[in-house]
């Protein structure tokens, strides 16, 4: 009796386990991975106002943690601006790039960044 119980704890840690991973990855994948844009041409504020004229803004992230997916959701479904996480590094040029778009969204959606940041937490 007692390996059919510890048969059936198994294979119910191994489903949720499983049932954990399929999660994660399909959060994953609502995650922008790095591109090879973003890997090759460093942007710059005027990157920035060259990509909202074309309708093609990115926001860049940064930092040890990558962005919530609620995060990257929103921003693509409501502003349709492409969320790049790079990871740790950051340079001048990130950051005159997310200026630039955290005041185009200001002004066109009167909401920064930031606030897209806070609205994704919960």
Not at 94 to 114: L, P, Q, T
Request: net charge positive; hydrophobic share 40%.
């Amino acid at each position: 009796m007692k390996s059919y119980i510890s048969i059936f704890i198994l294979a119910t840690s191994l489903f949720a386990i499983s049932a954990s991973c399929k999660t994660k990855k399909a959060a994953q994948k609502t995650t922008v991975k790095k591109t090879e844009q973003a890997q090759s041409v460093p942007p710059t504020a005027a990157a920035a106002r060259k990509d909202i004229k074309n309708n093609q803004v990115k926001y860049y992230s940064f930092g040890i943690a990558a962005p919530k997916p609620q995060f990257v959701a929103a921003m693509q479904s409501s502003y349709k601006i492409s969320v790049i996480s790079l990871g740790c590094p950051v340079n001048d040029g990130i950051m005159g790039y997310n200026s630039v778009v955290d005041s185009f969204m200001k002004a066109k959606y009167h909401k920064s960044v930031g606030d897209v940041q806070k609205e994704s937490m919960y």
